[in-house]
């Protein structure tokens, strides 16, 4: 029933099954070695979660990825789905075993979606763990025959202890600002938290410290599109018109059916009184995307 009902609202959410762009490539070796490293951060993560991200980007993931990782993760899904069906095959004979063994069918069907064995556009994620985490709780809660003393201080301890964690995280996600800083001294340079930093300064109003990190984003990554496309327009309202104008000119060089660039470069040449020029860039964006309404309104105020 949970496989069922994830099914019917991917599709209805995205009108398909498995993305446009697989994360981990398609061929059935990928999938499986991508599946067993996941596995491993999975379950680092649900029992000691010492670092923590925003989004396990997949370089960043599968930098640890290893034959031997590969191996162990095979061997872990091998055990987790075998210790599923011996607990399956005895949930009738006793109830404690049938809450184990609901829980335990709970946790892979959680993170069957994230699996990868059917390609899936993410890698790694907190909130993919949030379903799990619970499953996980029920699992170790009917599989312990009774609260011993030593049993209760193990778990007093773990609950202070993850908690403490879970409690510094959940301040890390007061806004973007703090939740990309933190996340940018405990992982390798990312041009996309250098490009969100840049959008918690402009919700701050901050558009001056918003370019300094979008300029650090293009440092780590000269061709990140997301990145240029936010300089390019945020110098174009400081009007310093020439750096925006090579700024979106990189972006064409970069991607050639970018409609929002040629649109930039209109507003531009509007600005700097180059009719001529603004009514071309405008309708090069029509003319590849014929309903960008932007560019269709410029053309239109340019035109009259």
Known sequence: ALVLSYLVLRLSALG???????????????RVATAATVYVENLRLLFFPSLLDVDYFYQHALQRSSPTRTIIGVTLILATLGGTAWLVARARSRPRVAV?????????????????????????????LLAPSAALALLLLAIVPRLSVPYAIVVVGLTVLLGGRSYARARDWRDSVTLFSQTAGRVPPDPRIETNLAYGYLERGDAKTAIVHLRRALAIDPSHLAALNNLGYLLMHSQSYEQARAVFARVIEIDPANASAFNNLGVIA?????????????????????????ARDNLASVEA
Request: no cysteine; glycine share 4%; hydrophobic share 50%.
């Open 100 to 128: 184990a063994a609901f829980a335990a069918v709970m946790f892979v069907a959680f993170l069957l979606p994230t699996s990868h064995l059917v390609p899936f556009g993410a890698v790694l994620a907190e909130r993919f």
């Open 270 to 294: 509007t600005r700097t009184n180059d009719y001529p020029l603004a009514r071309f860039r405008y309708r090069k964006a029509l003319a590849i995307n014929p309903n960008h309404q932007s």
């Open 16 to 30: 398909r099954v498995t993305p446009e762009l697989a994360v981990g490539g398609n061929t059935l070796a990928t």
